[in-house]
DNA sequence: CCACATTTGTACGTATGTATC
DNA sequence: CGATACATACGTACAAATGTG
């Protein structure tokens, strides 16, 4: 057997890109006509999607078609689930590489962002000082790398949330009140040193905070241990 | 049809590591026991299997079976690939991610790595010396990482590197002999702050090491565009 | 709202290639 | 060499979603 055929259709649906002739969102030809085209079976195009889709390049919609499209995040949850469960990485290391990325994404966003979007991120603070939800602290920090304006950070980012939301959700509704009150103080005092444009201040409350979130954690965990 | 009996494969393969009856490097069952266990056939075994193999869950070597792996950087690059091809993020994006992923592991590396391991670092960059060969940038790099021990960031860490690697090759041998120079001074001044554990200063020459690199790709892409 | 063609989704069976042991 | 196990491809059938007339 020659082999290696639904190789030939990732590197054909490449080429396509890299041509110019296909951009994100586009429509893929369909599966026949590829399979025409390339002188493979349905089947063997399918395998070559598939592929495709498993690193997030490309969606499949029943009845409608196949398109390019970049949720890369979505198979980096996934991984990330499996490297959990496996124990290759635990929660703290996850924190660890959130830590990385605000960090860098504040350095960033101090020297950027404008009033405006300082004034919506203090919106999410003031939401998340009425409801106390792990929804708005999730979106709190979102919205802190969305001012960095990285997309890898933000992809990067959304994907560690995702498998780390749980988490938190379960440690904010049962921690400590007090733990609450130092996370929402930190919130505002990285959100004061950013309007100041205080840079090393500000590194130094987001270190605090995650400090505070992985004390926390680590203490709920043993606790669920008992 | 009764559908998605292919994710009863992934998703029996998933209670397996739960209840702890597999671990990382075990062997699988094989596909036709699965098929036979699961009540499916071996074609949709293998989407099952092929499915969690995306994600770097498992790895097939064909004649002897599937076995649990952790190898989620291959497909991260191979995803990285694609995003830069689609022009989703570009190669700034990515330093910015090695940036941040180094400043972390640094100020974790202070705090924890011997001076057997600062030696061997000193080692790797002895060589670059000589050889000035994007390897041992890399390597440089890559060990600098590892001191900080964190699994998550050495794997994003090492993809990002793997996608970045020919360019740093073609800047490092086609560049200017300055930048040259500036590259080794801001890796000895890295090594020097780690041994004499100043966390900012190092934190510093990681910072400016990251802006020369930057600065050096700007300059060489605009040039390969004339 | 219905009917219909198109397109992808899923599964099965079969055949053959190829690496491992 | 032979048995085992995975790799790849093809063909087929039907399900389900979409979009259109």
Redesign the pocket.
Known sequence: ?????????CGYIRSLIARGELHLGD?????????QAL????????????LL?SMGVL????????YLSNNMGHYLVQSLHFMLLLGEIDYASINRMRRAIELQSFRIAVQACSPAQIQSLWRIQDEMERTRSAETDEAFHAGLIELGGDPLMRIISDALSDVIGRLIGQVLSHGAQEMLVQTMDSHRRILECLEQRRVEAGCAAIARHYDIVDAEITRWQAEQNT
């Open positions: 057997m020659e082999e290696e055929r639904c190789q030939d259709v429509r893929l030809p369909t599966e026949r006509a590829l399979s002188g493979v079976s349905r089947g063997t195009v399918r395998d070559g999607l598939r889709e969606e499949s919609r029943q009845g409608s078609g196949n």
